[in-house]
Every structure is written in C-alpha cells, then in structure tokens.
T-cell receptor, first 113, second 114 residues
C-alpha cells in the first residue's frame, strides 16, 4: 500500500539555523499539508498546498516558514531561522482528489537547542 | 468558523467493554467528519469518515461512528475494547470554504485496561 514518507526522522539543530523537512506524498495525491504536534498534544495546522500554491496558512506559518514542491514528488517545509519553540513533531499529509481522508507520514522530530 | 471539540482528555475502559470517544462539531453547511488514531511515536492513521449517507459509518479495526445532525456530534464507538486500542484519538472536520483545510480536535487519550 502506498504511503507518505518523511525524512529525516529526527533533526537536531541550533537556534537560528535553517532546516528543511522533506516529505514524499502518495504519488496521485493532489493536496498537501504540514502540521506540527508538540509533546504528543494537539495537532496544529500549518499550511495547505494545492496546484503548486499555498491555499491556506495558519498564524503559526509566518515569514520564517516556506513550502515548496520542487520536482513534482517532494514536498518540503523550510524554517529559515529556527527558534526553541519550533521544537515539535512535524507531519506531512496528502489527500487524493474526491476522497477527503488524509494520509499522514510518520513525522520528523525537530529539536532546536 | 468550523471547529470540533473533544470534551474528554482521557477515557478509561476495561477490556471487553464498549467504548465511546466523544466529538462535537460546529460547521456551516454539511460537515465532512473524520476520526484518526495515533499510536506512540507514529503519524495519524485514518479510521473512518462521514461525508454523506448512512449516519452510522464503519471503519478500520472494528470502529464505527454515529453522525448525529441534531446534536452536532460524531462519537467514535467500538462494541468491545482491546488493550491494543489504547492510543490518542483525534476528530477532525474539513473546512468547506474552499481552502482544503482540516481542523482537528484536541485529542482524547484512550486507555483500555486489561
């Protein structure tokens, strides 16, 4: 069964550094998402992406964040200058057209020191 | 604005007993509702959805959910709980305003006791 993959599984970075989190959504999916989850608590929406552009972003998704789908398969989340409070699990998800349920990747644990 | 509420942070149930995890929603228009489960250190897994049709929807691992329009609820149920059902459960609603955004509840931790 196809699945969403994410790399790396764990990223440790210093405050102020840039990080890129990578996701490979399921190949025929059309809608892509990033979420974050702090300490196994609530799942916070960051951004949705459709037709090569952002369709919605949350207030968390400020100028330090950006997303790209550079080559038609990867979907990346970049944090330009990480802060301590960016430490969280980051999940990518994708949805195929007409089905609505999201398929989530296993997540990237980001630790900012 | 669309929203979902999960009023219980934790639900404890004995193995073999029926379980219910509650979810209420607030949407304008017809809701698209979902349940997901998260096991420790894993991503969320889709369990079931209500889009239209029968109010009782069946999903993975023996779970089902009942859509109740008058009570704006979408409670998750299982007739006989297993210890392996212990996990974090999230209710979600899809925003219908055209942004393709999904809104998640705060999660309910289910603990099934042997």
């Amino acid at each position: 069964e196809p699945e969403v993959t994410q790399t790396p599984s764990h990223q440790v970075t210093q405050m102020g550094q840039e990080v890129i989190l990578r996701c490979v959504p399921i190949s025929n999916h059309l809608y892509f998402y990033w979420y974050r989850q702090i300490l196994g608590q609530k799942v916070e929406f960051l951004v949705s992406f459709y037709n090569n552009e952002i369709s919605e972003k949350s207030e968390i998704f400020d100028d330090q964040f950006s997303v790209e789908r550079p080559d038609g398969s990867n979907f990346t989340l970049k944090i330009r200058s990480t802060k301590l409070e960016d430490s969280a699990m980051y999940f990518c998800a994708s949805v195929t057209g007409g089905r609505y349920e999201q398929y989530f990747g296993p997540g990237t644990r980001l630790t900012v020191t | 604005a669309q929203s979902v509420a999960q009023p219980e942070d934790q639900v404890n149930v004995a193995e073999g007993n029926p379980l219910t995890v509650k979810c209420t929603y607030s949407v304008s228009g017809n809701p698209y509702l979902f349940w997901y489960v998260q096991y420790p250190n894993r991503g969320l897994q889709f369990l079931l959805k209500y889009i239209t049709g029968d109010n009782l929807v069946k999903g993975s691992y023996g779970f089902e959910a009942e859509f109740n329009k008058s009570q704006t609820s979408f409670h998750l149920k299982k007739p006989s709980a297993l210890v392996s059902d212990s996990a974090l459960y999230f209710c979600a609603v899809r925003d219908i305003s055209g942004t393709y955004k999904y809104i998640f509840g705060t999660g309910t931790r289910l603990k099934v006791l042997a």
